[in-house]
């Protein structure tokens, strides 16, 4: 059996970058769990702990900066790494994203070897 580099959810409701993106993680080491929702993720982390969690901006009913400001300010959420990606990161967005306690962010498109730096990047940091 592999040993994993760390546990990854990834909140995403397009299925084609959830098989792209889990494809790319699972390549490179991580196990990932994905998602299409930030109420079906909220829902599993009651039981999973994932090290880090990439999170879609822009999903269908709660946004992904509602969930991030709820995932920071739950005590046992808190310390899971959390990167936002959205496809439109406007300059409202953007602002919203740095207020929302994300700990970093990733624009879409983007290349897997970024996405793969971002990830390796958070996981580093104490």
Same mark, same amino acid.
């Given at each position: 059996m592999?040993?994993?580099?760390?546990? &990854? /959810?990834? @909140?995403?409701? !397009?299925?084609?970058?959830? @098989?792209?993106?889990? !494809?790319v993680?699972?390549?490179s080491?991580?196990?990932?769990?994905t998602?299409?929702?930030?109420?079906?993720?909220?829902?599993?982390?009651?039981?999973?702990?994932?090290?880090?969690?990439?999170?879609?901006?822009? /999903?269908?009913?709660?946004?992904?900066?509602?969930?991030?400001?709820?995932?920071?300010?739950a005590?046992?959420?808190?310390? @899971?790494?959390?990167?936002?990606?959205?496809?439109?990161?406007?300059?409202?967005?953007?602002?919203?994203?740095e207020?929302a306690?994300?700990?970093?962010? @990733?624009?879409?498109?983007?290349?897997?070897?970024?996405?793969?730096? =971002? &990830?390796?990047?958070? =996981?580093?940091?104490?």
């Amino acid at each position: 059996m592999t040993e994993h580099k760390g546990a &990854v /959810l990834l @909140i995403e409701d !397009d299925i084609a970058t959830q @098989i792209l993106v889990r !494809d790319v993680l699972e390549c490179s080491g991580y196990a990932c769990t994905t998602v299409g929702s930030a109420e079906e993720g909220m829902r599993l982390l009651e039981a999973f702990q994932p090290a880090l969690i990439l999170l879609d901006i822009n /999903l269908p009913g709660m946004d992904g900066v509602t969930a991030a400001r709820q995932l920071k300010s739950a005590p046992q959420t808190r310390s @899971i790494k959390l990167i936002g990606m959205s496809a439109h990161a406007l300059i409202n967005e953007i602002s919203q994203i740095e207020t929302a306690d994300f700990d970093d962010f @990733i624009t879409k498109p983007f290349s897997y070897k970024a996405l793969l730096q =971002l &990830v390796e990047a958070q =996981l580093a940091k104490p």
